[in-house]
């Protein structure tokens, strides 16, 4: 058992040995406890060095051995769904020494990833993918007369998503030659929740009786084994190459604990999920789940937010998909236990139940990532912007996000959102902002949406107050001349400097929609140029929006829009990314001089 992290490269001599599975498959049977502790040895001390995810891939340290070692990878498929306990797999897969630039730019990517490795058969940075594109696979290879294995490792989170159940549903009807490995740790990002997890966990009562949990899996044709020790070699490998053997769809139930051999992460496997990088002076990492900080972050501004409200409103609901912590829900989960849902992993559910709460009088609030928003657009479209029903979508993580890469960034949904019609979209730029738009959404007696970024802001006092600001209305922060720069969101600090630097107009605009539309006519009428500012897509983003609109009334003057561009950006540090994308201060005065010329 660890207790620390190491503050020096441990001594791994035979987990050095192993470049690829090959040189494990090599090894003596006998061997594999020792190369275990070496592994989870050198995933502590990479980790510590870089951040990253932590508890998930301490646990799975025992089956990527096992899994590798009766495996004939890369040519048998393997996906590791959510993909965050990836990475002993790229440890044992030729990238050992490649670990020390983990979530950094040119890096290794934190998730699997197919343009980085011969041996990552799928990217899976989302959730409840896995047994979808592993049927896929299986199914190619019979009709191509391959003889490969396909194994999805799924964890008991990810099991809460209903794409999970289809692809159950469907591979019970294929008879494909396929295993899915349910990887139950009783533990995701957050503690589980709903009905499967409570099955699951009166199974774990009894790890000897098959009989509660066989029926469920059995129901969908797949022959279940289970439940295994993950972390015993005698016990795993035995059932491991029985399942792997044996023909048509098998399902193997294994149990494992989160951020195994690692005390504090054993104690605290939420707290340890993921870490930042270890303290200079050699104390533990911290925890990546949310810490007392000086300045509140967007999510807590947020998270007060809400409390404050619902001690107002009865009516006030609260609605996440498995994301208590990081869209800062605790207090109100605490608080307002009987105005709290949790869903699960079930984003389309998420927003079709807020739709049904509001059809009954409540007032409906779902916090939900942008990238997972993505997962429930068809009930956005269909359940609640066609009936106008009347919910707010808080929607954290918006933009980019740094070193969790292009799976993970929020760049869409400016895009997805401003299309439907009667959906407010508002942008703040601060504090007080975030806190004054969430108020304009909730009191608009329709969907609304307010999209912010991960982390903090400039750091300025949100209030206590519950005023909405009035609807469609920008703020002119500075008169200049040429050119004015029509900010979207948070780079209203660096458009600032850029404004003052250039003596340039300088415009808050803070609604993608409705847009402040007097004022651009305002502005192209007495600007050569102007220029929208967004962290967000150009594709269909705010400078379309912009863009459409001076199509549309003929405006005078010329448009340059800043944004991302056409293209998937990798991870980095978040000013990586924006000097990648032209964002940076010096960039976006750059291309406002260029074209004023």
Same mark, same amino acid.
Request: proline content about 6%; some cysteine; aromatic content about 6%.
């Given at each position: 058992?660890?207790r620390?992290?190491?503050?020096?490269?441990?001594?791994?001599?035979? *987990?050095?040995?192993?470049?690829q599975p090959?040189?494990?498959?090599? #090894?003596?049977?006998?061997?594999?406890?020792?190369?275990?502790?070496?592994?989870?040895a050198?995933? *502590?001390?990479?980790?510590?060095?870089?951040?990253? +995810?932590? %508890?998930?891939? #301490?646990?799975?340290?025992?089956?990527?051995?096992?899994? +590798?070692y009766?495996?004939? !990878?890369?040519?048998?498929?393997?996906?590791?769904?959510?993909?965050?306990?990836?990475?002993? +797999?790229?440890?044992?897969c030729?990238?050992?020494?490649q670990?020390?630039?983990?979530?950094?730019?040119?890096?290794?990517?934190?998730?699997?990833?197919?343009?980085?490795?011969?041996?990552?058969?799928?990217?899976?940075?989302?959730s409840?993918?896995?047994?979808?594109?592993v049927?896929?696979?299986?199914?190619?290879? /019979?009709?191509q007369?391959l003889?490969?294995?396909s194994?999805?490792?799924? &964890?008991?989170?990810?099991?809460?998503?209903?794409?999970?159940?289809?692809?159950?549903?469907?591979?019970?009807?294929t008879?494909?030659? #396929?295993?899915?490995?349910l990887?139950?740790?009783?533990?995701?990002?957050?503690?589980?929740?709903g009905?499967?997890?409570?099955?699951l966990? @009166?199974?774990?009562?009894?790890?000897?009786?098959?009989?509660?949990?066989?029926?469920?899996?059995e129901?969908?044709?797949?022959?279940?084994?289970?439940?295994?020790?993950?972390?015993?070699?005698?016990?795993?490998?035995?059932?491991?190459?029985?399942v792997?053997?044996?023909?048509?769809?098998?399902?193997l139930?294994?149990?494992?604990? @989160?951020?195994?051999?690692?005390?504090?992460?054993?104690?605290?496997?939420?707290?340890? +999920?993921a870490i930042? @990088?270890?303290?200079?002076? &050699? @104390?533990?990492?911290?925890?990546s789940?949310?810490?007392?900080?000086?300045?509140?972050? $967007?999510?807590?501004?947020?998270?007060?937010?809400?409390?404050?409200?619902?001690?107002?409103?009865? /009516?006030?609901?609260?609605?996440?998909?498995?994301?208590?912590?990081?869209?800062?829900?605790?207090a109100?989960?605490?608080?307002?236990?009987?105005?709290?849902?949790?869903?699960a992993i079930a984003?389309?559910?998420?927003? !079709?139940?807020?739709?049904?709460?509001a059809?009954?009088?409540?007032?409906?609030?779902?916090?939900?990532?942008?990238?997972?928003?993505? /997962?429930g $657009?068809?009930?956005?479209?269909?359940?609640?912007?066609?009936q106008?029903?009347?919910? #707010?979508?808080?929607?954290?993580?918006?933009?980019?996000?740094?070193?969790?890469?292009?799976?993970?960034? %929020?760049?869409?949904?400016?895009?997805?959102?401003? !299309?439907?019609? %009667?959906?407010?979209?508002m942008?703040?730029?601060?504090?007080?902002?975030?806190?004054?738009?969430?108020?304009? &959404? $909730?009191?608009?007696?329709?969907?609304?949406?307010?999209?912010?970024?991960?982390?903090g802001g400039?750091g300025?006092?949100?209030?206590?107050?519950?005023?909405?600001?009035?609807?469609?209305?920008?703020r002119?922060?500075?008169?200049?001349?040429?050119?004015?720069? *029509?900010?979207?969101?948070? *780079?209203?600090?660096?458009?600032?400097?850029?404004?003052?630097?250039?003596?340039?107009?300088?415009?808050?605009?803070?609604?993608?929609?409705?847009?402040?539309?007097?004022?651009?006519r305002?502005?192209?009428?007495?600007?050569?140029?102007?220029?929208?500012?967004?962290?967000?897509?150009?594709?269909?983003?705010?400078?379309?929006?912009?863009?459409?609109?001076?199509?549309?009334e003929?405006?005078?003057?010329?448009?340059?829009?800043?944004g991302?561009?056409?293209?998937?950006?990798?991870?980095?540090?978040?000013?990586?990314q924006?000097?990648?994308?032209?964002?940076?201060?010096?960039?976006?005065?750059q291309a406002?001089?260029?074209?004023?010329?």
């Amino acid at each position: 058992m660890f207790r620390q992290i190491p503050l020096q490269r441990p001594s791994t001599p035979l *987990l050095d040995s192993i470049d690829q599975p090959s040189d494990l498959r090599r #090894l003596d049977r006998e061997r594999l406890p020792e190369l275990a502790h070496q592994l989870r040895a050198f995933l *502590l001390y990479s980790v510590g060095q870089t951040g990253g +995810h932590f %508890g998930a891939g #301490l646990g799975v340290v025992e089956l990527t051995i096992a899994l +590798h070692y009766l495996l004939d !990878t890369p040519d048998d498929h393997l996906v590791w769904d959510v993909g965050h306990q990836c990475y002993p +797999h790229k440890i044992l897969c030729g990238r050992r020494e490649q670990m020390s630039g983990m979530r950094q730019q040119h890096g290794l990517a934190p998730f699997p990833k197919r343009a980085e490795s011969r041996f990552d058969d799928f990217g899976t940075g989302h959730s409840s993918t896995s047994i979808s594109a592993v049927l896929g696979m299986a199914l190619a290879d /019979r009709l191509q007369g391959l003889d490969r294995r396909s194994v999805a490792v799924i &964890g008991d989170g990810a099991m809460t998503a209903g794409m999970a159940f289809e692809a159950l549903n469907h591979a019970g009807h294929t008879g494909a030659n #396929l295993l899915v490995i349910l990887n139950d740790n009783d533990m995701s990002i957050s503690h589980n929740e709903g009905g499967l997890a409570t099955y699951l966990a @009166k199974n774990l009562k009894s790890r000897t009786d098959r009989e509660v949990a066989a029926p469920l899996f059995e129901a969908l044709e797949f022959a279940y084994t289970g439940p295994v020790d993950g972390h015993d070699f005698d016990v795993l490998l035995p059932n491991l190459q029985r399942v792997l053997n044996s023909p048509g769809p098998q399902f193997l139930h294994i149990v494992t604990r @989160k951020g195994k051999g690692f005390a504090p992460a054993e104690a605290d496997p939420v707290g340890y +999920h993921a870490i930042t @990088k270890i303290e200079p002076v &050699g @104390k533990s990492p911290r925890p990546s789940a949310p810490q007392p900080a000086a300045k509140p972050k $967007y999510a807590n501004i947020f998270g007060r937010w809400l409390c404050d409200l619902a001690e107002d409103d009865r /009516r006030v609901v609260g609605i996440t998909p498995a994301m208590r912590e990081g869209s800062d829900l605790i207090a109100f989960s605490e608080r307002f236990p009987d105005r709290y849902f949790d869903v699960a992993i079930a984003e389309q559910h998420a927003l !079709t139940l807020a739709a049904g709460l509001a059809c009954g009088g409540m007032k409906p609030v779902v916090a939900i990532y942008s990238t997972f928003l993505q /997962r429930g $657009y068809d009930q956005l479209v269909h359940d609640i912007a066609i009936q106008e029903l009347d919910v #707010l979508l808080a929607v954290d993580r918006a933009g980019l996000v740094g070193e969790d890469g292009a799976t993970h960034a %929020g760049v869409f949904d400016i895009a997805l959102l401003r !299309t439907l019609p %009667g959906l407010v979209v508002m942008t703040p730029a601060d504090e007080p902002e975030l806190r004054a738009m969430l108020q304009t &959404g $909730y009191d608009y007696p329709g969907p609304a949406a307010v999209r912010y970024p991960r982390g903090g802001g400039p750091g300025l006092d949100a209030g206590e107050r519950l005023q909405a600001l009035p609807l469609g209305r920008s703020r002119t922060l500075r008169e200049g001349s040429r050119a004015a720069i *029509l900010n979207f969101g948070p *780079l209203l600090s660096g458009a600032r400097a850029v404004a003052e630097a250039l003596d340039l107009t300088l415009v808050d605009m803070r609604f993608v929609k409705p847009l402040d539309e007097a004022r651009i006519r305002e502005l192209s009428g007495s600007h050569r140029l102007l220029v929208t500012l967004e962290d967000h897509a150009l594709a269909g983003g705010a400078g379309s929006a912009v863009a459409e609109f001076m199509m549309e009334e003929t405006l005078a003057g010329e448009l340059l829009c800043l944004g991302i561009p056409d293209r998937w950006i990798e991870h980095g540090s978040r000013d990586e990314q924006l000097e990648d994308c032209g964002l940076s201060v010096d960039r976006i005065r750059q291309a406002i001089e260029a074209k004023l010329g």
